[in-house]
């Protein structure tokens, strides 16, 4: 089985070859009026990644140059509102160091990627945070949790601060429920298009059975 990051790698490439063959049929097309219809979309991109399961979110923290500070990336599994467990997963420094060139640079830390792959029972999850890259971290939805999972994001804070926790990432379970003229019985996810409120004030999170939030801590 191909991991994620190669199974990205191979993605691109493809898109890359596909975008340059179909920009040359469009010069050469004579019917062609506007060649740039012809190259790849965003909303064909988009369609791809539905197909293969994949989901990119991208959280723009921008971290200020002048707070020194430790990010953690932790991970929590809920049962409704009962928390299970915690586990940190990686940590970084804000700003942090990186080196270009053998020129060692300091920077703040502006987005963590989180690149989410479902496969059957299991999310593998790519992280780019600070310094760092995790390739296939896993999530395997224990068999006890029948009901399918999904990935919604969370709404980011205005500021940032010593102490806090900040929800990025749901992975939650579907559930039960009726239809609302009560006659259908239906299966219900996060229903709302925003992106769920960090104090996790949401409804949903008194009806799903179980559910993993992905976030951070600062320190």
């Known amino acids: 089985m191909k991991t994620l990051y190669s199974l990205l790698k191979f993605l691109l490439l493809g898109i890359l070859i596909f975008s340059l063959t179909s920009s040359v049929k469009g010069q050469n097309n004579k019917d062609t009026k506007d060649t740039m219809s012809d190259l790849i979309s965003q909303d064909d991109l988009k369609a791809v990644l539905e197909i293969l399961n994949i989901e990119l979110f991208k959280f723009n923290v921008n971290f200020s140059s002048d707070q020194k500070c430790k990010v953690m990336l932790y991970q929590e599994e809920y049962e409704k509102r009962n928390k299970l467990r915690e586990v ?22 502006n987005f963590i990627r989180i690149i989410s792959k479902k496969e059957s029972s299991t999310f593998l999850l790519n ?20 009901k399918p999972h999904a990935c919604k994001s969370f709404k980011l804070p205005e500021d940032y601060n010593i102490g806090n926790k900040i929800p990025l990432l749901l992975i939650g379970s579907f559930w039960d429920s009726t239809s609302k003229d009560g006659k259908m019985k239906i299966e219900r996810f996060c229903s709302s298009n925003a992106d769920l409120l960090g104090n996790l004030s949401d409804k949903a999170f008194d009806e799903m059975p179980h559910y993993y939030i992905i976030g951070i801590r600062i320190e």
């Open 127 to 146: 992280i780019n945070m600070g310094e760092f890259r995790l390739n296939d971290y896993k999530i395997k939805i224990d068999s006890t949790y029948k």
């Open 88 to 109: 940190t997963i990686w940590g970084t420094n804000n700003p942090y160091r990186a080196t270009v060139d053998g020129t060692v640079t300091e920077n703040p830390l």
